[in-house]
């Protein structure tokens, strides 16, 4: 009993997050925890660990990051409007990859030009080339 008194404000989250699951493993007569529910929702939140990880890296290596999440709810969005809209064969565009590189250079360049501060972007470029102040050509 001690060490729950202790220890309450450490583990309140995850008791809530106990709590919750339970209510609805209850409330939908244990379709929660079988295993096509568990693979789905593994499958579905997937880009979002992977982007988890990729801050991970970041904030370890000792910089910060903010503009992660909105370039990628910008990116995920713009590339579902172009394949609906756009014909199949300019499918290319509608590629995220390439819609990402463009924000990284746009973010570069703003960088580069003092008119966004280090701490909206994107980091990559720490990691490829050093700080932006230092790979920009500036004399």
């Avoid at 009993?1 to 699951?21: C, E, G, P």
């Avoid at 801050?55 to 990116?75: P, R």
């Amino acid at each position: 009993m001690r060490f729950v008194r202790a220890n309450i404000r450490d583990y309140a989250l995850l008791l809530s997050l106990l709590a919750i699951m339970m209510f609805f493993q209850f409330t939908t007569n244990g379709t929660l925890f079988r295993p096509v529910n568990m693979t789905n929702i593994i499958l579905q939140n997937s880009y979002i660990v992977i982007m988890a990880l990729g801050m991970l890296l970041i904030i370890v290596a000792g910089h910060i990051d903010l503009s992660v999440g909105s370039v990628a709810g910008f990116i995920g969005a713009l590339a579902a409007m172009m394949m609906v809209i756009w014909p199949p064969y300019l499918g290319i565009f509608s590629n995220p990859l390439i819609v990402s590189i463009v924000c990284l250079l746009a973010q570069l360049s703003a960088e580069c030009r003092a008119t966004s501060p280090p701490i909206t972007d994107t980091g990559f470029h720490r990691h490829a080339g050093g700080h932006a102040s230092s790979s920009c050509a500036r004399r």
